[in-house]
């Protein structure tokens, strides 16, 4: 018997829509797909270094057209946490630029010097100098608390995986020998309320569609949503088997999903399609 069709998806950026300077395949027919058939959706993603406007032109880069609310980046949830709870506290950032941009747009305060920051918030820095992590170093040495927008170690790019964030924060924790406070992106819980409020549907009815095991699926298994585990991105099939996170499907890719599922319905047992 087949299951309901899901009211919301939650898809995954890096290794889902895209690698790198890459369209995956079969990305742009999933988004029409799903924009022909009025069914919503949100990206929501780890990327800390863009901000949501860099994001959604590099999505229109690819022929992909939506609007800026449907793309929720943990740049753009760690800026709604502090301009909720800490707007006035200066903030230091070791990043690309993309996330000072978000930071900017949520109308936070960019400290002068970095022993002025009441926050670091660190992410991903693809140009990263020596004076970037010393001056991340000298904010924390300071007394500012640490925020990481995500910790994951790698992200999948089209020449290959690369190191992500969590070098970032090796890099000023052990230096200073101070914890990261807060972790912002997947799989925390507010990565999931921000989408879910974004597409106004209960987590039951969702299904999460990404490439990590650690971030996507268990986001999805924290907050009781479906999943779909797809294999364009970092995560091979043997890593499954050893995951704590089990998906509720695995897929070569999201379009190789969404024509199967839309079209037949996915049964529970229904592991590979």
């Known amino acids: 018997m087949a299951e309901k069709k899901m009211n919301g998806f939650i898809i995954d950026l890096d290794g889902t829509v895209y690698a790198g300077d890459e369209l995956i395949a079969?990305?742009?027919?999933?988004?029409?797909?799903l924009q022909q058939l009025q069914i919503p959706f949100v990206f929501l993603s780890n990327r800390g270094n863009y901000s949501r406007e860099m994001c959604k032109a590099?999505?229109?880069?690819?022929?992909?057209?939506?609007?800026?609310?449907?793309?929720?980046?943990?740049?753009?949830?760690?800026?709604?946490?502090?301009e909720?709870?800490?707007?006035?506290?200066?903030?230091?950032?070791?990043?690309?630029?993309?996330?000072?941009?978000?930071?900017?747009?949520?109308?936070?305060?960019?400290?002068e010097?970095?022993?002025?920051?009441?926050?670091?918030?660190?992410?991903?820095?693809?140009?990263v100098t020596y004076d970037d992590l010393n001056q991340a170093f000298r904010a924390v040495r300071a007394g500012a608390r640490i925020i990481a927008t995500n910790e994951d170690r790698t992200f999948p790019r089209q020449d290959g995986d690369c190191i992500d964030v969590a070098a970032m924060i090796g890099a000023i924790t052990y230096s200073t020998g101070r914890d990261v406070d807060l972790v912002?992106?997947?799989?925390?819980?507010?990565?999931?309320?921000?989408?879910?409020?974004?597409?106004?549907?209960?987590?039951?009815?969702c299904i999460v569609?990404?490439?990590?095991?650690?971030?996507d699926i268990h986001l999805a298994h924290k907050a009781n949503m479906k999943s779909v585990l797809v294999l364009s991105g970092s995560t091979k099939r043997k890593q499954i088997v050893e995951s704590e996170w089990q998906p509720t499907w695995v897929?070569?890719?999201?379009?190789?999903?969404?024509?199967?599922?839309?079209?037949?319905?996915?049964g529970k047992n229904d592991r590979s399609i």
């Open 26 to 33: 079969g990305a742009r027919e999933s988004i029409e797909y």
């Open 58 to 82: 590099k999505l229109n880069r690819f022929g992909i057209n939506v609007q800026i609310e449907n793309i929720i980046l943990s740049s753009t949830v760690t800026a709604k946490f502090l």
């Open 84 to 111: 909720q709870y800490y707007f006035n506290d200066p903030i230091w950032t070791l990043g690309d630029a993309g996330l000072e941009e978000e930071l900017r747009a949520h109308g936070l305060l960019i400290a």
């Open 113 to 127: 010097h970095p022993e002025l920051a009441e926050w670091l918030v660190i992410t991903l820095h693809e140009n």
């Open 184 to 205: 912002m992106g997947k799989p925390s819980s507010m990565m999931a309320e921000a989408a879910l409020e974004q597409l106004g549907v209960e987590a039951e009815d």
């Open 209 to 215: 569609i990404g490439d990590s095991l650690p971030s």
């Open 251 to 266: 897929s070569d890719n999201m379009w190789s999903f969404l024509r199967t599922y839309q079209t037949t319905g996915a």
